[in-house]
């Protein structure tokens, strides 16, 4: 479980309509109970599965950080995602800036497993969402501490996760944001363990 962000693909394409449905092509999926909901995108040619795994997948992550926060953090966000054959594994970043926004990349045939089981990435970008950008990053620790330590907690809450599970990764994981000979603190040494 490595918990860190993953930068896209440069040079993605242009953004088309992930549904040729609806006046402008928009697809929309609610976030919450509240009335949040998100507006999302796509590059790349999956098939009509995929698409609808991946907004089964955007909708069950939205509802472990509504649980934990007790509503959706922001009340309108922006997901491109970009169907690639070039990564195994599903990547994002998040945007918590005007307007807020999310960039994910999902393999092309990413099965339920993928998606809907094993995935704390998306989770994790959203609870960006409830954080206010810093263009510094010298608080970076601050922003993906409270965002590792937030998404399981916040699973687990939704019931999509087991207590017992994050319990074993903070033990395994945590002892490596520990300082090393020569640290200068959280605001200067911001190697990716520590952060
Ligand atoms: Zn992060």
Excluded: C
Excluded at 63 to 85: C, D, M
């Amino acid at each position: 479980m490595q918990r860190r962000n993953f930068l896209l693909m440069a040079g993605a394409a242009s953004l088309i309509p992930a549904s040729a449905s609806g006046a402008a092509g928009r697809r929309i999926i609610a976030l919450d109970s509240h009335g949040a909901e998100a507006e999302w995108s796509i590059t790349g040619q999956p098939d009509s599965g995929s698409l609808a795994r991946v907004e089964a997948w955007i909708a069950k992550s939205a509802e472990a950080v509504a649980t934990y926060y007790g509503k959706f953090p922001v009340p309108r966000v922006l997901i491109s995602v970009e169907f690639t054959n070039n990564r195994r594994r599903v990547g994002g970043r998040a945007w918590p800036s005007d307007p807020p926004r999310l960039e994910l990349s999902v393999p092309m045939n990413a099965d339920e497993t993928t998606l809907m089981s094993d995935d704390w990435v998306l989770v994790h970008e959203m609870t960006h969402l409830a954080f206010p950008y810093i263009p510094s990053r010298r608080h970076d620790w601050m922003v993906e501490g409270l965002a590792v330590y937030v998404e399981p907690v916040a699973r687990i809450m939704a019931g999509h996760m087991d207590a017992r599970q994050m319990w074993a990764d903070f033990v395994r994981m945590m002892p490596r944001g520990l300082p090393a000979p020569g640290d200068r603190g959280y605001d200067v040494t911001q190697n990716w363990a520590r952060t």
